[in-house]
């Protein structure tokens, strides 16, 4: 792909659409943004990345500001880009591999992880294969295109005796924590109501995100998961139903088995609900509103790269703004290295779940239902 359709179609996915920060990428000095501390032994976690596309290219340059990451390796179809991006992040040839080709990363000692950056039907060839290559494993979300499939990812990579990660960024984001952490102090009180809204206006309809083959689904598995995620770690609880309805105004560009937008409700062991949306074809759709008997919260922007702004029934959030992607790889490195445990999780398991939730919620739109959710 030459690289002003990339641009293109960057400009039209949620990761660039959504957020103000999108175009150019702004040094960390100079928005006086600080990288989270990360404690425990240094070592270096080294990084191959898979997939140069958009939002490896957010990840790369994150990369840089890493204290504890770095890119130690690439894989890529075009022998350009790895040519290119080899020269930038200085990374020698012989860690350089196409998608035929990177199984051989087994026999490099350079490599201590791959980062899975490719569209999400891919993902679970792809996982497989690093954890059977020895390496530990990074994989962009969702998990996979199936709860089925997502097991099997977690599965290999316990068998290969390697750690399988999801990149969901927001989950060491210091507001996203700070809301966290007042609702763990019961600063909220009961929780009864969590609003997720997440949506963008998709594009180019010959994004590979309006494919069913590679993207598994539509808005829900791209964007609305972030509101899943959201529903689980605000309330700090798991859903147990879901009602859910899907709306299409667009059947051309949003073909069968593509959702366009859905509205879900989704119900927890507390009597807690949740009244979520996902959309590829509404937008600025990035908020987060927690209710309880005490207090609120209230987060917008709430995923997008930031910065994340919001406030409580105590006052504004203003924990200062980091890069995602730096933090969360120089925290998947303590996670990996020195066993940290995160406060929110990141692993297989959670991204399987997520899976679960999204097949009940397609289930519902389907059936016209509410159905039952039941974790792994
Ligand atoms: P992209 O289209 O910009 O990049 C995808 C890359 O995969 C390209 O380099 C492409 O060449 C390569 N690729 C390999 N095989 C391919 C195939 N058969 N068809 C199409 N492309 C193929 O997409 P992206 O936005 O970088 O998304 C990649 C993954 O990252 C997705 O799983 C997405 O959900 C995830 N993502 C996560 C975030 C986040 O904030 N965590 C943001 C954006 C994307």
């Known amino acids: 792909m030459n690289k002003s ?14 957020i103000p920060l999108l175009s150019s990428w702004v040094s960390p000095a100079a928005h006086n943004i600080i990288a989270q501390d990360t404690s425990g032994s240094q070592k270096v976690l080294r990084v191959a990345l898979m997939g140069l596309g958009g939002y490896a290219e957010r990840v790369a340059e994150a990369m840089q500001h890493c204290k504890r990451a770095s890119i130690a390796g690439l894989i890529s179809g075009t022998p350009a880009k790895l040519e290119k991006w080899g020269e930038k992040y200085k990374v020698p040839e012989s860690s350089r591999h196409n998608y035929e080709n990177f199984d051989a990363i087994k026999d490099n000692p350079n490599i201590d992880a791959i980062y899975v950056i490719t569209p999400n039907a891919l993902h679970h060839n792809h996982v497989i294969r690093a954890a059977q290559a020895g390496k530990h494993v990074i994989c962009e979300k969702p998990l996979a295109i199936s709860a089925k499939e997502g097991q099997e990812m977690v599965d290999a990579c316990a068998k290969a005796g390697v750690k399988l990660l999801v990149g969901y960024r927001m989950r060491f984001e210091p507001n996203t924590l700070e809301v966290v952490k007042l609702r763990q102090a019961g600063a909220f009180g009961r929780l009864k109501f969590f609003q997720g809204q997440c949506g ?117 959030l203003g924990k200062p703004h980091t890069i995602h ?52």
């Not at 641009?7 to 990761?15: A, E, M």
């Not at 290295?337 to 997520?354: A, C, E, S």
Request: aromatic share 10%.
């Open 200 to 316: 963008f206006v998709a594009g180019d309809p010959a994004q590979w995100r309006l494919n069913k083959e590679l993207a598994g689904g539509g808005s829900l598995m791209d964007i609305g998961i972030y509101a899943i995620n959201g529903a689980r770690y605000m309330l700090g609880e798991d859903p147990i139903w879901v009602a859910a309805q899907e709306t299409k105004t667009d059947p051309v560009k949003f073909k069968e088995g593509v959702d366009e937008t859905i509205q879900f409700e989704l119900g927890f062991p507390s009597g807690a609900v949740a009244s979520c949306l996902s959309s590829y074809n509404i937008s600025h759709l990035d908020r987060f509103f927690l209710s309880g008997e005490k207090g609120f919260a209230e987060m917008w922007p709430s995923t997008g790269y930031g910065p994340i702004k919001g406030r409580t029934h105590q006052g504004d």
């Open 325 to 376: 992607q730096t933090t969360q790889m120089d925290e998947m490195a303590a996670i990996i290295f020195d066993n940290k445990t995160p406060i929110l999780p990141i692993d297989g398991l959670t991204g399987v779940q997520d899976l679960q939730i999204i097949e009940a919620i397609y289930k519902s739109c389907s059936s016209g239902r509410r159905e039952t959710i039941k974790l792994a």
């Open 5 to 18: 359709r990339r641009q293109f179609i960057q400009r039209l996915t949620f990761s660039t659409a959504a």
